[in-house]
């Protein structure tokens, strides 16, 4: 998504939640409250619009170091940077 595609509630009025292109997507048990792309608009064809977007996080690093130390990983959609999963990793770092 870029900035030319975003809008607010006047260019897009059937999207009553939407916040900068992005609407709640309630709260994923490891991301904590996660936003959605705009349900009005189909944007990626890759996770068909099923990726999470965190809402709360001082930085993506910050959030990613967080899940490591509890043994998480989180699998990015190459097409819109959405987490499209959140997979446990091994001992040994690997994903299982």
Not at 43 to 54: A, I, K, L, R, Y
């Amino acid at each position: 998504m870029s900035l030319h595609d975003r809008h607010d509630n006047t260019t897009a009025p059937d999207c009553v939640w939407c916040i900068d292109g992005m609407t709640p997507a309630g709260i994923h048990p490891e991301l904590g409250p996660v936003l959605r792309l705009c349900p009005t608009q189909r944007w990626c064809t890759e996770c068909g619009d099923t990726s999470v977007f965190p809402a709360e996080y001082e930085t993506l690093d910050d959030r990613i170091n967080e899940m490591l130390d509890d043994h998480l990983a989180a699998i990015f959609c190459s097409q819109c940077n959405g987490i499209a999963a959140v997979v446990p990793v091994t001992n040994d770092g690997g994903i299982r």
